[in-house]
């Protein structure tokens, strides 16, 4: 029953974080692909007759005062670093890498390593940067491209490998809106053909800079990285409790096999 019980609440902390990323995605669906943000009478923009106007660089209708940028104008990239498998230890800086990646583009806290080696501290990463795939080695592209916010797991600072570039945004947009643009299926579908290696993709970043985006007014981008910051939040709450719930599990489970410990109900 008690491990029975462990297994409940990990199963429901997989639920609430699995709600928490539909909810984000499809906030995100509504007020940038189908222009239903909220107006300023809290109605939702385009189907309530909101203004709009044809961007030829799009070849679509956009919000009425919203902005036309490449993400060249937006964003800059700051790459990962080199290694060798000499500098890969069990203990060490933790390092995010391709494996790191898992195919939705969510943080995957098995794949992390361990780096020994020496590097520069500007290439230090910190919780709550945006990094994104530029290699693959799946068959369909399916990792390339993606990206995720750093999750605040971690004690000390953080490296990125070779196979991650870290994207720094301007003032006009936030990496919040960028990381749901990253990973939506219609960026997607266009950058994995930017793509090119036979064993082993490699993305030109060039991709992503050529890539057009209707950008809204700073405000809602705010609003929206409010909204998403705050379920970031709540997501890594529950990443840290089933982390720590199935570490007592794994003790918990040998100790109640071989009688070292027993558990009595009232």
């Known amino acids: 029953k008690v491990l029975s019980d462990l297994d409940k609440k990990i199963e429901l902390n997989n639920k609430i974080y699995n709600e928490l990323e539909a909810m984000a995605k499809l906030i995100y669906d509504y007020w940038f692909v189908?222009?239903?943000?909220?107006?300023?009478n809290g109605k939702p923009?385009?189907?309530?007759?909101?203004?709009?106007?044809?961007?030829?660089?799009?070849?679509?209708?956009?919000?009425?005062?919203?902005?036309?940028?490449?993400?060249?104008?937006?964003?800059?990239?700051?790459?990962?670093?080199?290694?060798?498998s000499k500098d890969i230890t069990?203990?060490?800086?933790?390092?995010?890498?391709?494996?790191?990646?898992?195919?939705?583009?969510?943080?995957?806290?098995?794949?992390?390593?361990?780096?020994?080696?020496?590097?520069?501290?500007?290439?230090?990463?910190?919780?709550?940067?945006l990094v994104v795939a530029i290699t693959d080695v799946t068959r369909n592209a399916d990792i390339i491209g993606k990206s995720f916010t750093i999750p605040d797991l971690f004690d000390s600072h953080i490296?990125?490998?070779?196979?991650?570039?870290?994207?720094?945004?301007?003032?006009?947009?936030?990496?919040?809106?960028?990381?749901?643009?990253?990973?939506?299926k219609h960026y997607h579908d266009y950058i994995k053909y930017f793509a090119s290696g036979t064993?082993?993709?490699?993305?030109?970043?060039?991709?992503?800079?050529?890539?057009?985006?209707?950008l809204p007014p700073i405000e809602l981008l705010n609003k929206y990285s409010s909204l998403k910051q705050s379920f970031d939040e709540k997501m890594t709450l529950s990443t840290k409790e089933n982390r720590k719930?199935?570490?007592?599990?794994?003790?918990?489970?040998?100790?109640?096999?071989?009688?070292?410990?027993s558990v009595k109900y009232p």
């Open 34 to 40: 189908q222009f239903d943000f909220p107006d300023t």
């Open 199 to 214: 064993l082993v993709l490699h993305l030109d970043l060039e991709g992503i800079n050529w890539y057009k985006i209707p």
């Open 245 to 261: 719930l199935s570490d007592l599990r794994e003790w918990l489970l040998p100790m109640l096999m071989n009688g070292q410990v």
């Open 45 to 84: 923009y385009k189907s309530s007759g909101g203004k709009m106007i044809y961007s030829d660089a799009l070849k679509r209708e956009i919000p009425y005062g919203w902005e036309v940028k490449e993400l060249s104008e937006l964003i800059e990239f700051d790459r990962g670093i080199s290694y060798e």
């Open 159 to 184: 490296l990125i490998s070779c196979d991650v570039a870290k994207i720094v945004p301007s003032n006009k947009v936030n990496k919040q809106f960028l990381e749901s643009n990253f990973n939506s």
């Open 90 to 129: 069990e203990d060490g800086t933790p390092m995010i890498n391709l494996n790191s990646f898992d195919l939705s583009g969510r943080y995957k806290h098995s794949g992390l390593k361990y780096f020994s080696g020496s590097y520069n501290e500007n290439k230090i990463c910190i919780p709550g940067d």
